[in-house]
Structure formats: C-alpha cells, structure tokens
C-alpha cells in the first residue's frame, strides 16, 4: 500500500485566497483524522471522519475551515479565505480503528506545508 | 478529560547512551492504548511502539521498549544505545474509549544526539 497521500505537498497562497488540501487514507481504513502543527501550538486536532462521516469537529478553528469525506477514498480541508496565521504544516491521518492490529493506530501522511502570505 | 504530558521540552545526550523521555498520561477508562511517534527533521510522523493497558509485558520494539508503570500512569519510551539518526521529536498519545477514536497527544520533547 502507499500510505496516506497528501497533496500538495507545498502550497504558498496570499491572504484571502481559498486554499484546498486534499487526502487519500489507506484503503480499508474507516477513520480519517486532519491535524495542523505549527510551533507555537503543537499537534492539533481540527476534525475525523469515521465511516466518511464526520464525527467530532470541535478543533475546527472558525467558519473558515471546513472538510469533506465524500467517500472513502477522499478528503479535503479547505481554507476560505486564508489568513498568515493559518500557514502551518497539515497532515491527515487514518485509522483501521479497533479492528486493528494496533487498536486506533493512525498512520500519517507527508503532510501539507501552507505558507499564506 | 483525557491527558498526556510530556514535561521535557527538549534533551539531549551523547551519541551510544541510552535515553528515557518522560510520558505520563490521565484516564478513568480501564482499556486504553499508549503510543510513542517520532518526528525527524523531514516532518514525517512515524509509528514506534504501543502498550496496551491489559498488556502485562512491557512492549519492544528493537532499540525501543516502553517502561510501562500502570500505577503510575507513566509510559516512558527507553532508546538504548542512541544514534545521530535519533534525533527528532517524540510525541507520546493515548487512544481510550473515553476519546473514542482519537489520539490525545502530549506537546512532544525534542531529543537531540550528540556525536
């Protein structure tokens, strides 16, 4: 399998333009996880899926920010209009869940490193 | 509420020394799970090693094991014999019924080898 993939892997936008990253989990899994990680901050969860729908966005930073699993295979996160300080790295991540190997387990993709200046 | 704490911002050690980075955790769920991730400079999360909370032996992974203290809430991930390939950050997560799905992850600590 690839492992989760994430595109872009670089993305640099001005202020105010809309940003989409976008995610392809493991197939099977029936978890996909979105966090953002910058410095000051750490890693934080925004949103996760299970089973395409969404089940806890409490991370969700304002109405700017939103994500869709339309199926299993596909994700986004999008970011209208952006802002500087929303630049910092985005990974998603999936899970097989409990039925796992390694219970809930996630396994990360590269990551997509946002600049918005 | 579920919590992971990792109190060392950063350590560092010589290069063939072995190294402890600190965990502690806080859950009222009896069946949970402990997970050690690292960070390399490239920025990839990889996968090290998992304890469950039923599991009675220490979990290992080669130059990794987790020195799991159930009474105490800690899981420390032990690195013997550390390599200049070890240096990145290292997240500690939790995953229990009490969090559904999620990973609930520490703020890291940064390990640095020296040669």
């Known amino acids: ?117 | 509420a579920q919590k992971i704490t990792q109190t060392q911002p950063g350590m560092f050690v010589q290069e063939k020394e072995a190294v402890t980075l600190d965990c502690t955790y806080d859950t009222s769920d009896q069946s949970y799970g402990l997970f050690w991730y690292k960070q390399p400079s490239s920025g990839e999360m990889i996968f090290l090693i998992y304890q469950g909370s039923y599991d009675e032996q220490n979990a290992t992974e080669g130059r990794y094991s987790l020195n799991f203290q159930k009474a105490r809430k800690s899981a420390n991930l032990v690195i013997s014999a550390s390599q200049l390939g070890d240096s990145a950050m290292y997240f500690c997560a939790m995953s229990s019924p009490q969090g559904a799905q999620k990973l609930v992850f520490g703020q890291g600590t940064r390990l640095t080898i020296n040669p």
Not at chain 1, 32 to 44: D, P, S
Not at chain 1, 50 to 65: H, K, Q, T
Not at chain 1, 78 to 99: L, M, T
Request: charge should be negative; charged fraction near 20%; hydrophobic fraction near 30%.
């Open chain 1, 1 to 117: 399998d690839a492992g989760v993939i994430q595109s872009p892997r670089h993305e640099v936008t001005e202020m105010g333009q809309e940003v989409t990253l976008r995610c392809k989990p493991i197939s099977g899994h029936n978890s996909l996880f979105w966090y953002r990680q910058t410095m000051m901050r750490g890693l934080e969860l925004l949103i996760y899926f299970n089973n395409n729908v969404p089940i806890d966005d409490s991370g969700m930073p304002e109405d700017r920010f939103s994500a869709k699993m339309p199926n299993a295979s596909f994700s986004t996160l999008k970011i209208q209009p952006s802002e500087p300080r929303d630049s910092a790295v985005y990974f998603c991540a999936s899970s097989p869940g409990g039925a796992g190997l390694i219970p809930y387990e996630q396994y990360f993709g590269p990551g997509t490193r946002l600049t918005v200046t």
